[in-house]
Nanobody, 124 residues
C-alpha cells in the first residue's frame, strides 16, 4: 500500500520557520517528481512547489518563491519543505504529492499519490 505521510506542521509566529517532511512508503519515488500543495480554509488547493526526481530543478509558486525551499533525499524516500519568513497568509493544510513520472507542474492532475496533509498555522 502506497502512503505519503506529512509531518512537521504546527503553530508558528509570523516571521518564523517550519520544516515539513513527507515520508513515502509502499514503493520508491526516486524516479518521480514530488510536489507540495496547500489548502487554506474556504479556498481551493493550490500549488506550492515541486522538485524533479534528481533534485536538478525546482518550481515554485510566486507567493512562496524566495521563502520556501523543496529538497529530497531519495535514499530515505522523503521530500522536505523548508518554509522561512512565514506569514499569516501561509496558514493552510499542506499536502505532499507524488507526480506522474517527471511531471513537475502546478496541475493537480499531474500527481498520482497524495498525503493526508499537515496543518500549518501562522499567527500575527
Amino acid at each position: 500500500q502506497v502512503q505519503l505521510v506529512e509531518s512537521g506542521g504546527g503553530l508558528v509566529q509570523a516571521g518564523g520557520s517550519l520544516r515539513l517532511s513527507c515520508a513515502a512508503s509502499g514503493r520508491t519515488f526516486s524516479t518521480n517528481s514530488m510536489g507540495w500543495f496547500r489548502q487554506a480554509p474556504g479556498k481551493e488547493r493550490e500549488f506550492v512547489g515541486a522538485i524533479s526526481w534528481d533534485s536538478s530543478s525546482t518550481n515554485y509558486a510566486g507567493s512562496v518563491k524566495g521563502r520556501f525551499t523543496i529538497s529530497r533525499d531519495n535514499a530515505k524516500n522523503t521530500v522536505y519543505l523548508q518554509m522561512n519568513s512565514l506569514q499569516p497568509e501561509d496558514t493552510a493544510v499542506y499536502y505532499c504529492a507524488a507526480a506522474r513520472g517527471y511531471f513537475s507542474g502546478s496541475n493537480m492532475d499531474g500527481y498520482l499519490y497524495w498525503g493526508q496533509g499537515t496543518q500549518v498555522t501562522v499567527s500575527s
